[in-house]
């Protein structure tokens, strides 16, 4: 068993706020232990991760998962995807791209740098909450951080 | 234009052209001939009948004033030879009696011919006056070519006495056509007849054009040898090309003999430069003209040739006109069509009327259109390869296509005669005009195809001057200046108008690649924003639902309606997006196994029905060249479809088969569904286009849509049949696989 100091918290970057009603909604009904930290845009995400900016002072340690939108105000979520995969530190956070788009390109851009999961929002809140359930079962609880995080690549699942 | 290749042209007739006819080394002895160097009169040669004839002396070497030539005639020589004029003309009395002293510059000097004037002076200038002002008066510039060349046969009879004066013009191939006739009847009547190109020699034509008269007063007489022969450092022979009495060709001499004609007289009709037709003086005993009735009869040539010129370019000139017209019209109507195929097409008279032809032919790239009488289009084909493979870049006429072509012989009777001009060099297009055969009789004076060399390879002229008759075959109309004129502007119109629809074309797909981009930006932009607002919809209707329990059903079903309406309008983006990527997207094609596709498809299917009931009937299907995924979707559609529209009936069935069609392999499904009425075939395969009513049928109608672009991008088809209430069938077809792709 987890302490619950260990039970790290889900980064929700979402810029659109109906979105993220729905997405805490769903959240809240999975009844996660997690902390959720909301940001809502690509450089507050980087601030959060990167512990600087407004979050120089957050408790340190990496989130347990990255709920990342991909249209987002100033640097958009390819972007901050980019930046966090290139740091040999943060790459082992996984993060789930979430998005309304189908468009290839935005999947093979994510996968290009190294995303670990790719969710298209589904219209239906049924589905929709689903997913978010799922994705957060996975990501947040089943899924351990690496004792070493020089030890595996970003894109590894470890479980 | 192409030289008659049947007439002879052996070596021994090619000896003939190259017989050294400005040098003969020797003069007619009807006159003497000095060639005097320019500054000091030095006699360089001279003619060794000179000192008989005249009874001077003059030795190489020597000055004429040291020869004692009279100082009159020593000094007016050399004012003319320091002055600009190209001829001289005095007379002079010398010991032997009186003569006539012409001069004309040589390259290698003076050349002074001395001729005895006759003893009964012929008629001086003021006695031709009359008469020549009387013919120039006939020369009523509105009178045909014809009159004004008769007028002028008869003109030169009367002036000169010769018993039969004849007037020919050359055509393309040198023969030449006797136009004009005038005779006492001594002789006999040549007029029409035709006299083989071979009679004079290139040279002598080229002679003819630098030297515009030539007598021969007696075919019999003994040439003077030059004395010396050869001049100057070079040791070159006297060049004759100017002088009078220039010795001729014993062949010309034969010639003449053979004909029965002692004296002959030519004057050439030169026109811009070209020989364009002789005025032939004969008799049938010796004659001897006097240098004044010669420059009057020279006279009478260029007078002639200057109106037959200017009435040719006049005809041109009008001709042309009528062409430009024509020309104009056509162009006007070219700009007006969107391509050079349907300007051909739809304006066959225009385009024929252009230069008078039978047919014409568009070959452009691998096409070929006619109008009219043309060859086959393989015949057209290996034609126009044959112009391409000559190196025709711009136009190429003839008139006697089988003669230089010989493939073209095979159809003779609807194009002996071809215009043609290059509009596309890379291509090898080419616009052709076509004109048939036109068999023509031609009176031959003496056979024209029967060379004339002995045994010993000597050539010998011909000696019979019988009317040989000959069928022309293989020959059109030939085309006039103008028409080739019309021809090259036309040529430059179109490829004009090709290189302008190019531009246009090029500025039209770089346009369409700016929307392109701009259309990606847009469906990019309404994928990620047009949906979020129907999630967002559903989502809260859904918690709405959720917290309120006590609902009544009204209210109940009016937030299912929303959630519904919202899932549509989200499904609806999702298909349109996916329509409009199918656009973009490039096909990764592989062989398919059809068969495993629709069973997966079926498989499918079945799992979403609660009971599947229908029953499938799928037949072997051979394999296809596709985009799996692509080729996946039609069949999804076809079969989704096909089981949908048949859910109602008592006993669904689904047929699925293939049969070869052509090239094509054909798939078809078919069902026992509602079917449809063939009256709205038109609309099945339009974007959002339904043919049922929403609630008793699913889908946002786009399905068929988006398998027709699936299909129409691999390069097959696909349609659909229907009767309603009684089953529909849709069948589509895939190329087989091709380099291409």
Known sequence: MKKIKEVRPILLVEDNPHDLELTLTALAQCNFANEIIVVRDGAEALDYVFQQGDYAARPSGPPAVILLDLKLPKLDGLDVLARIKADSQLRQIPVVMLTSSREERDVVSSYRLGVNAFVVKPVEFGEFSEAIRSLGMFWAIVNHPPTHPASFGGQDVQG | ?741
């Open chain 2, 1 to 741: 234009m192409d030289n008659a290749a049947s007439l002879p042209s052996d070596a021994a007739l090619d000896r003939c052209a190259e017989e050294p006819i400005r040098i003969p080394g020797a003069i007619q002895p009807f006159g003497a001939l000095l060639l005097l160097e320019p500054r000091h009169l030095l006699v360089l040669s001279r003619s060794a009948n000179l000192q008989p004839l005249t009874g001077m002396m003059a030795s190489p070497g020597q000055t004429l004033a040291e020869a004692g030539w009279p100082g009159t005639l020593t000094a007016a020589l050399a004012e003319w030879s320091n002055s600009d004029d190209a001829l001289y003309s005095a007379p002079a009395q010398l010991p032997t009696g009186r003569f006539r002293l012409s001069g004309t510059r040589g390259p290698q000097g003076l050349l002074v011919e001395l001729e005895t004037e006759p003893e009964a002076p012929g008629p001086g200038l003021d006695a031709l006056y009359p008469r020549l002002k009387l013919f120039l008066d006939e020369l009523d510039p509105a009178s045909s070519t014809q009159t004004i060349m008769q007028g002028a046969a008869r003109e030169m009879r009367r002036l000169t006495g010769f018993e039969r004066v004849l007037i020919y013009r050359f055509d393309s191939d040198g023969h030449g056509t006797v136009l004009a006739e005038d005779g006492d009847g001594s002789l006999p009547s040549y007029l029409g007849h035709r006299f083989p190109a071979s009679d004079i020699p290139a040279q002598a034509r080229a002679l003819y054009c630098q030297n515009r008269i030539r007598l021969i007063p007696d075919a019999r007489y003994t040439p003077v040898p030059l004395e010396p022969p050869v001049v100057g450092t070079a040791q070159a022979p006297v060049d004759l090309s100017a002088a009078s009495w220039r010795s001729v060709s014993p062949v010309h001499l034969e010639y003449m003999r053979n004909m029965g004609t002692l004296a002959s007289m030519s004057v050439s009709l030169v026109i811009d430069g070209e020989l364009w037709g002789l005025i032939s003086c004969h008799s049938a005993g010796p004659r001897l003209v006097g240098p004044q009735i010669r420059a009057a009869s020279e006279f009478i040539g260029r007078v002639l040739a200057h109106h037959i010129g200017a009435n040719e370019r006049s005809a041109a000139h009008a001709h042309r006109i009528a062409l430009k017209d024509i020309e104009v019209g056509l162009v006007e109507r070219l700009s007006r069509v969107g391509s050079l195929k349907a300007g051909f097409l739809e304006n066959p008279q225009a385009w024929t009327a252009l230069l008078s032809s039978a047919g014409a032919a568009l070959v452009w790239k691998d096409e070929i259109h006619t109008i009219g009488a043309t060859p086959t289009a393989s015949q057209i084909r290996a034609l126009a390869e044959w112009l391409h493979a000559q190196g025709v870049d711009r136009t190429f006429c003839t008139d006697c296509l089988g003669t230089v072509w010989p493939p073209a012989s095979a159809f003779a009777d609807t194009a002996s005669g071809l215009a043609a001009a290059s509009i596309s060099r890379l291509h090898g297009s080419f616009l052709m005009w076509f004109r048939p055969e036109v068999i023509r009789t031609v009176q031959w004076r003496g056979d024209p195809h029967k060379t004339a060399v002995d045994q010993s390879g000597a050539l010998h002229p011909r000696r019979s001057f019988e009317i040989w008759q000959e069928q022309l075959r293989g020959r059109a109309e030939p085309w006039r200046r103008s028409e080739i004129d019309t021809l090259a502007d036309f040529r430059s119109v179109v490829v004009n108008l090709i290189l302008r629809r190019a531009e246009e074309r090029a500025a039209l797909s770089e346009e369409l690649q700016r929307s392109n981009v701009e259309l990606e930006s847009f469906s990019y932009s309404v994928s990620h924003d047009l949906r979020a607002p129907f999630r967002h919809i559903t989502g809260f209707a859904e918690l709405l639902k959720r917290r309120a329990r006590n609902l009544d059903d009204t209210a109940s079903h009016y937030l299912d309606n929303i959630v519904q309406a919202a899932v549509t309008a989200g499904r609806l983006v999702d298909d349109l997006l996916r329509f409009s990527h199918l656009g973009r997207a490039a096909l990764s094609c592989a062989t398919l196994d059809m068969n495993k596709i629709v069973e997966e498809v079926r498989q499918g299917i079945d799992l979403n029905e609660a009971q599947p009931r229908i029953t499938w009937h799928i037949d072997k299907l051979p394999p296809a060249w596709g985009d799996a995924s692509y080729i996946r979707q039609v069949w999804y559609n076809l079969m989704d479809n096909a089981a949908k529209y048949s859910s109602g009936s008592a006993h669904p069935e689904v047929r699925i088969s293939a049969g070869r069609q052509g090239q094509d392999i054909v798939y078809i499904v078919a069902d026992n569904g509602v079917g449809f009425d063939m009256a709205y075939a038109g609309k099945l395969f339009g974007v959002f286009q339904r043919l049922h009513r929403t609630e008793d049928f699913d889908g946002t109608g786009i399905g068929l849509a988006l398998s027709k672009r699936i299909i129409d991008k691999h390069g097959g088809w696909i349609k659909g049949e229907g009767v309603a209430g009684a089953g529909a069938r849709f069948c589509f077809a895939l190329p087989q696989r091709n380099e291409r792709q």
